[in-house]
C-alpha cells in the first residue's frame, strides 16, 4: 500500500498562485509514476498533468498547460503541483495519485493505483 496525503490548498483570487504538494509513504516513490487529477462540483474527476518516474516527462491537460507545472522530489518522496495565473475555473478539489506501472505515464484515472485525500482549491473572481 501506498499512503499519499496533499497539503497546500486554499481560497485565493483569479492570478494568484498556489503550490500543492503530495508526500508519499508505504512503497517506493521513485518507482511510481504521479499524477494530480481534479473535480469541481457536479463534474467528473478529470487529469491536470502527470510525471514520470524519473521527472524527465510531464503532460498536462490542456486547460492547464503553460500555467502548472508538476514536479517531483524522489529524495523527499514528495510530487508537486505549482499553480500560476489561477482562474475561478481552477475551483476544485484536487487529487495526487500513483500508477504502480512505471513503463507508462496514463492520463486516465482508472489507471492509478492509489489517491490521496484531495485539497481544496477555490479562486475567486
Known amino acids: 500500500q501506498m499512503q499519499l496525503v496533499e497539503s497546500g490548498g486554499g481560497l485565493v483570487q483569479a492570478g494568484d498562485s498556489l503550490r500543492l504538494s503530495c508526500a508519499a509513504s508505504?512503497?517506493?516513490?521513485?518507482?511510481?509514476?504521479m499524477g494530480w487529477f481534479r473535480q469541481a462540483p457536479g463534474k467528473e474527476r478529470e487529469f491536470v498533468a502527470a510525471i514520470n518516474w524519473g521527472g524527465d516527462r510531464t503532460y498536462y491537460a490542456d486547460s492547464v498547460k503553460g500555467r502548472f507545472t508538476i514536479s517531483r522530489d524522489n529524495a523527499k518522496n514528495t510530487v508537486y503541483l505549482q499553480m500560476n495565473s489561477l482562474k475561478p475555473e481552477d475551483t476544485a478539489v484536487y487529487y495526487c495519485a500513483a500508477d504502480s506501472n512505471r513503463y507508462r505515464v496514463t492520463t486516465t484515472q482508472y489507471d492509478y493505483d492509489y489517491w490521496g485525500q484531495g485539497t481544496q482549491v477555490t479562486v475567486s473572481s
Open positions: 508505504g512503497r517506493t516513490f521513485s518507482r511510481h509514476v
